[in-house]
Nanobody, 124 residues
Framework: EVQLVESGGALVQAGGSLILSCAAS????????IGWFRQAAGKEREGVGC????????SYADSVKGRFTISTDSAKNTVYLQMDSLRPEDTAIYYC?????????????????WGKGTLVSVSS
C-alpha cells in the first residue's frame, strides 16, 4: 500500500524557515515522481514544486522559486521541502503526492497518491 506522511509544519514568523518532510512507503521511491502542493483556506490546491523520477531535477512554481528547495534521501525514502524567506501568503496545508508517471506539476488532479498534509502558518 502506497503511503505518504508529511511532517514539519509549524507556526513561523515571516522571513523564517521550515523544513517539511514526506516519508514514503509501499513503493519503490526512485521510480515515482514526487510533488509538493499546498492549499490555502478558500483557495484551490496548487503545485509548489515537483521532482521527476527520470532525471531527479526539481521544478518550482514562480511564487516560490528561489525560496523553496526540494531534496530527496533515497535511503530514507523521504522527500524534503526546504522553505526559506517565508511570507504570510505561504500559509497553507502542504501535501506531498506521488505518481508513477510524472504528471504536470501545475495540475494536482493528475497525481494519484496523496498524504494527509501538514499545516504551515506564517505570521506577519
Amino acid at each position: 500500500e502506497v503511503q505518504l506522511v508529511e511532517s514539519g509544519g509549524a507556526l513561523v514568523q515571516a522571513g523564517g524557515s521550515l523544513i517539511l518532510s514526506c516519508a514514503a512507503s509501499g513503493f519503490t521511491f526512485v521510480d515515482y515522481a514526487i510533488g509538493w502542493f499546498r492549499q490555502a483556506a478558500g483557495k484551490e490546491r496548487e503545485g509548489v514544486g515537483c521532482i521527476s523520477d527520470s532525471d531527479g531535477i526539481p521544478s518550482y512554481a514562480d511564487s516560490v522559486k528561489g525560496r523553496f528547495t526540494i531534496s530527496t534521501d533515497s535511503a530514507k525514502n523521504t522527500v524534503y521541502l526546504q522553505m526559506d524567506s517565508l511570507r504570510p501568503e505561504d500559509t497553507a496545508i502542504y501535501y506531498c503526492a506521488a505518481d508513477l508517471i510524472y504528471p504536470r506539476c501545475s495540475d494536482y488532479s493528475q497525481w494519484e497518491y496523496w498524504g494527509k498534509g501538514t499545516l504551515v502558518s506564517v505570521s506577519s
